[in-house]
């Protein structure tokens, strides 16, 4: 039976995550954490703790007395924030992950961390992106992900820490709102679907980037966590991916339940910027040879789950 702390467990992954995990390993071996005060579910459905990340003796103090053996650790500031306070992004994306390795490494627990497909830049092929590619990112978001799989890497090559991870997509789901991401856009046209049956996309046609329903995101981080490791050689980390897709895609994918759907445009360059720089579809073979990486949902299976959820949701 696994034993489990997740830091950053309020965020968009983190509280679908903490969920899936007590479902699976049980309430009392699952420990949610972070620097906020929960909402009411999760407070609610096991054990919460409020940890800091960028507090070395607080991680330390945590993960001593509950003894886990393996962490999901999600805390960060995600795209858009990042650009609005790199100075920020850095102390909690890398200095955060630097104190949760020193952790694992004097307790001995496994570790995973995402990456994403911010990882990535300008530079990068931009269409079937390789699992091995040049990664130049020009955001700080990127920057932080790039150092945060090399960091992985060392500690699991120097120390023996078993770190792995996956490079995300854009993650959609009805239960939680993101967090100011790029990919924010796929999540709110659904709410605006169903709300206005209009939405205007902060995103320009045309901008392909890869997509995921929440609940393989949620599969991708247990499988990877209960996969043989002696099979994994990338480890940090592995493309991951289901759906590649513009807004325009998305609009076709709702009109089909919502035929009056209209979809325009109000361009944010930042986040426009950000997305111009990412691949637009990425080769995730590795994953799938490695660990038995497959996708539940397509465009069209995650739209019409999407839209049924929501509709109780939002009744």
Same mark, same amino acid.
């Given at each position: 039976?696994?034993?489990?702390?997740?830091?950053?467990?309020?965020?968009?992954?983190?509280?679908?995550?903490?969920? *899936?995990? %007590?479902? %699976?390993?049980?309430?009392?071996?699952?420990?949610?954490?972070?620097?906020?005060?929960?909402?009411?579910?999760?407070?609610?459905?096991?054990?919460?703790?409020?940890?800091?990340?960028?507090?070395?003796?607080?991680?330390?103090?945590?993960?001593?007395?509950?003894?886990?053996?393996?962490?999901?650790?999600? *805390?960060?500031?995600?795209?858009?924030?990042?650009?609005?306070?790199?100075?920020?992004?850095?102390?909690?994306?890398?200095?955060?992950?630097?104190?949760?390795?020193? *952790?694992?490494?004097?307790?001995?627990?496994?570790?995973?961390?995402?990456?994403?497909?911010?990882?990535?830049?300008?530079?990068?092929?931009?269409?079937?992106?390789?699992?091995?590619?040049?990664?130049?990112?020009?955001?700080?978001?990127?920057?932080?992900?790039?150092?945060?799989?090399?960091?992985?890497?060392?500690?699991?090559?120097?120390?023996?820490?078993?770190?792995?991870?996956? %490079?995300?997509?854009?993650?959609?789901?009805?239960?939680?709102?993101?967090?100011?991401?790029?990919?924010?856009? *796929?999540?709110?046209?659904?709410?605006?679907?169903?709300?206005?049956?209009?939405?205007?996309?902060?995103?320009?046609?045309?901008?392909?980037?890869?997509?995921?329903?929440?609940?393989?995101?949620?599969?991708?981080?247990?499988?990877?966590?209960?996969?043989?490791?002696?099979?994994?050689?990338?480890?940090?980390?592995?493309?991951?991916?289901?759906?590649?897709?513009?807004?325009?895609?998305?609009?076709?994918?709702?009109?089909?339940?919502?035929?009056?759907?209209?979809?325009?445009?109000?361009?944010?360059?930042?986040?426009?910027?950000?997305?111009?720089?990412?691949?637009?579809?990425?080769?995730?073979?590795?994953? %799938?040879?490695?660990?038995?990486?497959?996708?539940?949902?397509?465009?069209?299976?995650?739209?019409?789950?999407?839209?049924?959820?929501?509709?109780?949701?939002?009744?």
């Amino acid at each position: 039976m696994r034993r489990v702390l997740i830091t950053g467990a309020n965020g968009q992954i983190g509280s679908e995550l903490t969920a *899936a995990l %007590r479902q %699976r390993y049980g309430t009392k071996e699952v420990l949610a954490t972070d620097v906020k005060e929960p909402p009411a579910g999760l407070q609610e459905s096991g054990p919460f703790e409020l940890m800091d990340c960028t507090d070395c003796s607080h991680i330390d103090r945590v993960i001593k007395t509950f003894k886990p053996d393996t962490v999901y650790h999600l *805390a960060a500031l995600l795209s858009a924030v990042a650009e609005e306070k790199p100075q920020a992004a850095w102390n909690v994306n890398i200095q955060g992950l630097f104190y949760v390795l020193e *952790a694992a490494r004097e307790y001995n627990c496994a570790v995973f961390t995402p990456s994403s497909i911010g990882a990535f830049g300008p530079a990068t092929p931009a269409d079937n992106t390789p699992q091995d590619t040049i990664q130049r990112p020009s955001t700080m978001y990127g920057v932080t992900k790039v150092s945060g799989e090399l960091l992985c890497d060392y500690y699991y090559k120097r120390f023996g820490v078993d770190t792995r991870g996956v %490079r995300y997509p854009g993650i959609i789901s009805y239960k939680t709102l993101p967090g100011g991401g790029t990919t924010d856009y *796929a999540v709110e046209i659904y709410y605006e679907a169903i709300k206005k049956q209009t939405y205007d996309s902060f995103l320009k046609e045309g901008t392909l980037l890869d997509m995921m329903y929440m609940p393989d995101a949620l599969k991708a981080a247990i499988d990877i966590m209960e996969a043989d490791g002696s099979k994994l050689e990338h480890r940090n980390a592995f493309n991951v991916t289901a759906i590649s897709a513009a807004p325009e895609d998305f609009e076709k994918a709702i009109q089909k339940h919502i035929p009056d759907f209209t979809l325009g445009y109000n361009i944010d360059p930042v986040r426009q910027g950000i997305a111009d720089s990412w691949p637009n579809s990425m080769d995730d073979s590795a994953a %799938r040879q490695e660990w038995g990486w497959e996708p539940e949902f397509d465009l069209d299976t995650m739209t019409e789950d999407m839209l049924e959820h929501l509709r109780v949701k939002l009744q």
